[in-house]
């Protein structure tokens, strides 16, 4: 007695297309958060709350060397807009601590440093992250604080 021939190919197949297209998704998905991490040369990524509430990307970060405003040890700034606001974020190592300056166009400066709430700030692989409590430069009773948390990458990283 014969017996008919096993039809597996097609399963076969569609099992391969089906790993296929299940590992380009999964590498496009890996490609597209590995590139959400940090921002491209010469952006930045920030989030205010407190004061002032909203989020923001794109341009423009810089990143200096010793020297550039008085002796410190390296800047860092990103300009841009949330919510319509100019914002002015810098950072500035001045070797025995490192402090924070925030510009937000409907408040005063506001400042941070080492000794502030929240404090972090690294800087590793021409990619520099704050995070912070920015409290007014001038106290002021009542005023709004305002936390700030900002990713940039370095142009030329």
């Known amino acids: 007695m014969e ?3 096993r ?6 197949r569609r099992r391969r297309i089906s790993r296929l297209a299940l590992a380009a998704t999964l590498s496009v998905a890996i490609a597209g958060a590995l590139a ?3 921002p491209a040369p010469g952006e930045g990524r920030i989030r205010l709350q407190g004061g002032v509430v909203g989020r923001a990307s794109g341009p423009v970060a810089q990143c200096h060397g010793p020297g550039h405003y008085a002796d410190e040890y390296g ?3 990103w300009a841009g807009e949330v919510n319509g606001e ?4 810098q950072v500035v190592d001045i070797g025995s601590y490192v ?3 925030l510009k937000v166009e409907s408040l005063e400066w506001y400042g941070a440093s080492t000794a502030s709430e929240g404090w972090s700030f690294t800087v590793e692989d021409g990619v520099a992250r704050i995070h912070a409590v920015f409290e007014p430069w001038t106290p002021t009773p009542d005023a709004p604080l305002v936390e700030a948390t900002l990713v940039l ?3 030329g990283t």
């Open 3 to 5: 017996t008919a021939p």
């Open 7 to 12: 039809v597996k190919a097609p399963t076969t």
């Open 36 to 38: 959400a991490c940090d």
């Open 75 to 77: 800047s860092w700034e």
């Open 86 to 89: 100019s914002v002015n974020l």
């Open 99 to 101: 402090i924070a300056f």
């Open 153 to 155: 990458t370095c142009p």
